[in-house]
């Protein structure tokens, strides 16, 4: 075989056989591919597409490139992974709350991404606490505390690493094959016995229709079921942060607030529909609907937050987080409210902008060597919907520097609408996707 063959193949819409693309993800691994041959074949793909054949042999292929790894404990191994929105902390609620429910959650997480927040900075907001720790302790971590969140070993699907640096610089980011490959082949080297994948559709999410949402996340569950991991997925909405903060501090507090505080939220309630399906599909609960209420149960009575604190402490944080979390958050410098400019109601949030505006206040990466601040961000974000008087604040910015706080201030107000009537509220679970 050669790169040359198989690239070929593509340009004439031919779909590669298992063993070709199994080879050229090896190449892709061990360098024996070239970048120029891996731009052309993710352009190839990109203008052709794989099918649902050569999909799931892509992201079999791209998971065996590396390291797979096993797990000795006595229940299911179950994850979750979510496409990526804003003020969406899902992660920090439900991984402790499955972990209550006797199962064992392995999350290999990520950074940001563009607009969206990233699972290990807002983590890493607590001070002491590191994502990035070796096979042997994660799998320790993992006995002791039944969940961990952390960030991937240079082991873990290499192919998808090499490969997605050269689709960020050759446009080939959008390919449905490519993003469920790249999602699916991190995610199964993980070895979960099931799996749900939260799509976000809306103004804050990648993708921003239902039609464009719903042809991923059949991709997603189908491939995953294909590579044998019983997979699910939900379509919710992201026309609006989940949680009325961005900012990995900020929504971190947010995160606390509902497990030490049982807030009623979005936040809550998506966290309960996923638990919901994943105690499902894993065989510890008989409905998705058992398995909601078990989820809330858990969150109510205290028991996830206690396990939230033995996971973070086991990961450097401090001991008595979940006691006294407040004081060791870091707070920004500059805190400003951004009044509203008339009355009206919401009728509109762009969780886009709203999430580029963290990002330029320090909060995200420009370049992948930046580093963030974990104070700064936009906080009291109200919801679509609220009747807010002239004057009165629709959001709070906090940044480093007065002048990054007014900046911030402009881009909240041309992003949040106000208008004479109530808008019609999408609902916040839109649809259950299973094969």
Do not use: Y
């Given at each position: 075989m050669d790169a040359r063959s198989i690239i070929a193949k593509l340009r004439r819409q031919e779909v590669p056989g298992r063993e070709e693309l199994i080879w050229f993800a090896q190449g892709l691994a061990d360098g024996s591919v070239s970048d120029a041959q891996a731009g052309a074949f993710a352009m190839a793909v990109c203008m052709g597409g794989l099918g649902p054949r050569g999909r799931a042999d892509l992201t079999i292929a791209m998971r065996d490139s590396g390291d797979v790894l096993t797990w000795d404990v006595d229940g299911p191994v179950i994850d979750k992974h979510s496409t990526g929105g804003v003020g969406d902390s899902v992660s920090l609620v439900l991984a402790p709350a499955l972990a209550e429910c006797g199962a064992y959650?392995?999350?290999i997480s990520g950074r940001g991404l563009g607009h969206t927040g990233g699972t290990l900075d807002k983590l890493e907001a607590i001070p002491g606490v590191s994502t990035q720790i070796g096979q042997d302790r994660l799998a320790q971590i993992l006995r002791d505390t039944g969940a961990a969140i952390v960030g991937a070993t240079g082991q873990?699907?290499?192919?998808?690493?090499r490969l997605y640096a050269v689709r960020d610089v050759t446009a080939t980011v959008e390919s449905l094959d490519l993003i469920t490959a790249s999602i699916l082949s991190k995610k199964l080297a993980a070895s979960p016995d099931a799996?749900?994948?939260d799509v976000k559709t809306g103004s804050g999410a990648f993708m921003?229709?239902?039609?464009?949402?719903?042809?991923l996340a059949t991709a997603l569950t189908q491939t995953a079921n294909a590579a044998g991991c019983r997979t699910s997925a939900v379509i919710t909405d992201m026309n609006q942060p989940l949680?009325?903060?961005?900012?990995n501090a900020l929504e971190v507090a947010e995160v606390m607030k509902v497990l030490t505080m049982s807030n009623a939220s979005p936040l809550?309630?998506?966290?309960?529909e996923l638990g919901g399906v994943l105690l499902t599909d894993a065989?510890?609960?008989?409905?998705?609907?058992?398995?909601?209420e078990k989820i809330f149960e858990i969150i109510r009575d205290g028991r996830a937050a206690e396990r939230f604190g033995r996971m973070m402490a086991a990961v450097g944080g401090p001991v008595q987080f979940v006691d006294t979390w407040a004081r060791f958050l870091p707070e920004a410098n500059v805190i400003q409210e951004v009044p509203a400019p008339r009355d009206g109601f919401i009728s509109a949030v762009d969780g886009e902008a709203l999430g580029l505006a963290v990002v330029a206040l320090g909060g995200g990466r420009q370049v992948e060597s930046d580093e963030i601040d974990p104070a700064v961000g936009i906080s009291s974000i109200l919801r679509l919907g609220d009747r807010v008087p002239k004057g009165t604040p629709i959001a709070v910015i906090h940044a480093a520097r007065e002048d990054a706080a007014r900046r911030a201030a402009e881009t909240v107000l041309s992003a949040i609408e106000i208008s004479d009537t109530?808008?019609?509220l999408p609902d916040l679970i839109h649809e259950r996707i299973s094969v």
């Open positions: 959650v392995p999350m873990i699907a290499p192919a998808d690493k799996l749900v994948l921003k229709t239902m039609e464009d949402a719903r042809k949680a009325p903060a961005l900012g809550a309630d998506i966290s309960a065989g510890i609960c008989g409905t998705v609907e058992e398995g909601r109530a808008p019609t």
